[in-house]
């Protein structure tokens, strides 16, 4: 019988050091640890609580009602000839779900300090995993935007087609922003309390509780070079009936978000190396 000699020799795993890219080979091959990340995430979230996932449901309905009374009934927003409360449930559905993104993703590796300390893993899994639990929020929250809209009889017209899209560009953009401000979140943890402060500002700044035509006319440039804009507005023509395709806005949201996942990306590779040591 042939003799099997084994080296006792250590073998040490590093990460790849430079600007290298993501190996989305490695990451697939992980898929089972990030699945088990964001089973994990969407039962530590709702925990020990009394109604469960039905907090899902009573956030966003909560803030459209309070929206609609004070912007709506007292404020007079502009809505596009569209009841206030689903005009505000179809700008919060998208945002909600991006800015959770935010808050997590850029928390996440943090939290996950033990695990990133002793196993080796791709660590672009835990942040994706913030992410992709989002998911499950987004798909309750859409069914009720569908069932308010069923309410106030407002269909979708043949627009709804492009729904997943708008969906893909927004998954992306979270994913991008969570990126940078996860591995910065590692070496500053300043970056975890700005971020909520940061997503807060940023809501401000969105057609979330108004519309994109309440800008005047010569602002709107400047105005859509945020690039959730373009996400707000598609998502809401994608939804609504009776809306001009926002073109221009969600061409200029589909390339930040690319530019963001890629220069994200790279940026989470050039870090990865000293997670471990400093997280």
Do not use: C
């Not at 569209?82 to 959770?100: D, I």
């Not at 990126?179 to 700005?194: C, F, I, K």
């Amino acid at each position: 019988m042939a003799r099997v000699e084994l080296s006792s020799a250590p073998v040490r795993i590093r990460p790849a050091r430079g600007w290298a890219g993501i190996n989305l080979r490695e990451v697939w091959a992980y898929r089972e640890l990030l699945f088990y990340l964001v089973w994990r995430d969407v039962q530590v979230r709702y925990k020990q609580t009394v109604i469960g996932v039905a907090w899902v449901v009573l956030q966003p309905l909560a803030t459209a009602v309070i929206f609609s009374i004070i912007f709506g009934n007292f404020a007079r927003m502009p809505s596009d000839h569209l009841p206030y409360a689903v005009f505000a449930m179809a700008g919060l559905t998208p945002w909600n779900f991006f800015s959770g993104a935010l808050i997590r993703g850029s928390a996440s590796l943090v939290a996950n300090a033990n695990l990133i300390s002793k196993v080796y893993f791709p660590r672009l899994i835990v942040p994706a995993a913030g992410i992709l639990s989002g998911l499950v929020d987004l798909a309750v929250v859409l069914v009720l935007l569908f069932f308010t809209m069923l309410f106030f009889r407002v269909v979708p017209g043949p627009a709804v087609l492009a729904l997943p899209l708008i969906l893909l560009i927004t998954f992306g953009m979270g994913l991008g922003v969570s990126l940078w401000l996860s591995a910065l979140n590692v070496q500053y943890r300043d970056v975890g309390y700005l971020t909520p402060v940061l997503a807060q500002m940023w809501m401000y700044a969105t057609p979330v509780i108004y519309a994109s035509s309440l800008i005047p006319e010569k602002w709107r440039w400047v105005y859509a070079l945020n690039p959730m804009v373009g996400v707000i507005d598609g998502f809401r023509w994608a939804v609504l009936p009776g809306r001009p395709a926002p073109v221009a806005a969600l061409a200029f949201s589909t390339a930040v978000m690319v530019i963001l996942l890629v220069s994200g990306a790279l940026f989470f590779r050039r870090m990865e190396d000293s997670f471990a040591d400093v997280v």
